[in-house]
């Protein structure tokens, strides 16, 4: 994985019982998309030390900047090194539905690809979904056939609980169906592309603003920025950040959490309301100059 995937991979690899020091973390290049080169690089290290490296995970859409690691290449060296491709597109896979599908471009050489529907999908939790390659994957896995439960086996129909690891489980997919019944993929598709537009009217008006770094511009529905006035330490605007977003969530106005950057604090910005506008991306950047003000009044 890179140094932007999620900590849920390294959890789920911890679950299966992967021990932390066998899991290897490659560098980010500028966009902060895994560096291809020392991905092959680290897999091949590891073999030459006699280890079996035998999955990839990466990510189309990171939760810090909506970077999108270089897919195509990543499949290359799990082709050349027997890997299990992964692609992480929890928030990202969404982009799929819409005109900006060319930026998951590889996605379809992944063996498996996690997207959650309570994402950008706009469902409520919890609806998630894995697409894999070969399905014949999870029945080996998963499928248990204990005697209580073969009654239900017959009539050559798969079962949920062969796919995965829970066996009673709710009707998750339920509310997206009606959603697509709704919405149509072509709503969904432009729900998604209004997130696009979301961030860029954020990355524009913050431009615009005084004493603001675009620490990472609009990629999918996400923007960071970051306050860093003339005389100010960079401790002093790690500081100052993180106070401008207290407030600002305390107002109840807008959530703008702040994230970690170039190990700096920045204030990231990811918005996805169908109904949000331009003026209210606007209103949030203009507002987070009013409560900085405020805050080095002080
Ligand atoms: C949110 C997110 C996850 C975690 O998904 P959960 O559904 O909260 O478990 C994993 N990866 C990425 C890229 C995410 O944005």
């Not at 896979?93 to 900006?100: E, I, P």
């Not at 005697?147 to 509310?175: F, I, M, Q």
């Not at 990355?203 to 005084?210: I, S, V």
Request: aromatic share 6%; charged share 25%.
């Amino acid at each position: 994985m890179s140094e932007q995937t999620h900590s849920s991979v390294a959890k789920g690899l911890h679950v299966i019982g992967v021990p932390r020091d066998h899991v290897r973390v490659v560098p980010c290049d500028d966009a902060f998309r895994m560096d291809a080169a020392a991905l092959e690089r680290a897999v091949a290290a590891d073999e030459a030390a006699g280890l079996r490296p035998f999955v990839a995970a990466a990510t189309a859409g990171t939760t810090n900047t909506g970077s999108v690691d270089p897919l195509r290449e990543v499949a290359r060296v799990c082709r050349a090194h027997g890997l299990w491709m992964h692609v992480d597109g929890a928030f990202g896979a969404s982009v799929l539905l819409t005109r900006h599908r060319g930026m998951l471009d590889g996605v379809e050489l992944a063996d498996s690809l996690s997207w959650d529907a309570h994402k950008w999908l706009f469902q409520t939790y919890s609806c998630g979904m894995v697409l894999v390659r070969d399905r014949g994957n999870l029945v080996s896995t998963y499928a248990a056939h204990p005697e209580y439960l073969r009654d239900l086996e017959e009539g050559g129909v798969t079962n949920p609980w062969d796919l995965g690891p829970e066996v009673t489980r709710p009707a998750r997919g339920l509310k997206l169906w009606f959603t697509l019944q709704t919405m149509g993929s072509e709503g969904l598709a432009a729900a998604v592309e209004h997130g696009f537009d979301l961030a860029r009217w954020a990355q524009d008006e913050a431009e615009r603003t005084r004493d603001v770094e675009v620490v990472s511009p609009a990629q999918m529905a996400m923007v960071s920025l970051r306050f860093a006035p003339a005389g100010l330490s960079p401790e002093g605007c790690d500081a100052l950040n993180a106070e401008v977003s207290r407030r600002m969530c305390e107002s109840g106005y807008a959530a703008v959490f702040t994230t970690e950057l170039r190990g700096r604090r920045c204030l990231r910005i990811c918005a996805i309301h169908p109904e949000a506008t331009e003026a209210d991306m606007r209103g949030v950047v203009r507002g987070l100059r009013a409560i900085c003000d405020e805050a080095l009044a002080l």
